[in-house]
């Protein structure tokens, strides 16, 4: 299964500005950003440039 690696997130806005250094679940790729969810479980974009994908396991 593949995640999305938070590497940075310059913007203070951004919901995912508190899990630099941990994964999220990639949903997709939209054409302009990763799709993927919040812990929260809302549908939501991480930008291009503050993601990486990576291979996960099944456990995180």
Do not use: H
Not at 16 to 32: A, E, M, N
């Amino acid at each position: 299964m593949k995640k999305l690696l938070i590497k940075q997130c310059p913007d203070p806005l951004r919901w995912y500005r508190r899990l630099i250094g941990q994964t999220v679940p990639f949903l997709g790729d939209v054409g302009t950003e990763y799709k993927s969810k919040e812990p929260e479980g809302y549908i939501n974009f991480v930008q291009y440039e503050d993601a990486e994908i990576i291979e996960g396991d099944e456990n995180g």
